[in-house]
């Protein structure tokens, strides 16, 4: 079994503030990641993605990659309440698109005002 | 972008009876679909890969003759639950990566399923 694993929180922090999602994945042939932001009752959008190593930036969100550690993370700079949401993090072992992403369980996140 | 659409986005249906859910790309073909299935404070489940022109790939544990999958064009997949009952009611979400390497999941907005 392929395993995405993500601390479910709530993780809150305080509006400006830098909010730091982390995840771990199990299948060292993984190959490309995604951040995926879901709010209640809603289907998920795309945040970012990453598949080499180091950081990406896109606006006011990083993405983090250690392949070694098989690790990667999400910060969110300057924090709004409009962020509060649950996280997902997904995982491909596939780079093509006739593979499917394996999803970790989401990290809920709020940002107070 | 990549554009999924879902129809319906709700339904609610009585025991026994059977649901279609349809689920179309609409700005670029996929060969192949995906559904997932969530339930609530849950993750999201592959149920089945949906290949277009071929059977249906299923999880372990998704029974092939309940939830029913066809993919009759490169934009076209469609979910069939089938004498559908309580415990079925759930968020089916379809989604399709465009063909190119490390392309995103984009999902439709999802259907939710009530059995009564």
């Known amino acids: 079994q392929k395993e995405v694993e993500q601390n479910s929180g709530p993780l809150s922090v305080p509006e400006g503030a830098i909010a730091s999602l982390n995840c771990t994945y199990s299948d060292r042939g993984s190959q490309s990641f995604f951040w995926y932001r879901q709010y209640s009752g809603k289907s998920p959008e795309l945040i970012m993605f990453i598949y080499s190593n180091g950081d990406k930036e896109d606006g006011r969100f990083t993405a983090q990659l250690n392949k070694a550690s098989q690790y990667v993370s999400l910060l969110i700079r300057d924090s709004q309440p409009s962020d509060s949401a649950t996280y997902l993090c997904a995982v491909s072992v596939g780079s093509n698109s006739g593979y499917a992403l394996n999803f970790g369980k989401g990290t809920s996140l709020l940002v107070t005002p | ?116």
């Open chain 2, 1 to 116: 972008g990549a554009v999924v659409s879902q129809h319906p986005s709700r339904v609610i249906c009585k025991s026994g009876t059977s649901v279609k859910i349809e689920c179309r790309s609409l700005d670029f073909q996929a060969t192949t679909m995906f559904w997932y299935r969530q339930f609530p404070k849950q993750s999201l489940m592959l149920m089945a890969t949906s290949n277009e022109g071929s059977k249906a790939t299923y999880e372990q544990g998704v029974e092939k003759d309940k939830f029913l999958i066809n993919h009759a064009s490169l934009t076209l997949s469609t979910l069939t639950v089938t004498s559908a009952h309580p415990e079925d009611s759930s968020f089916y979400i379809c989604s399709a990566r465009e063909d190119r390497a490390n392309s995103p999941l984009h999902f439709g907005n999802g259907t939710r399923l009530t059995v009564t």
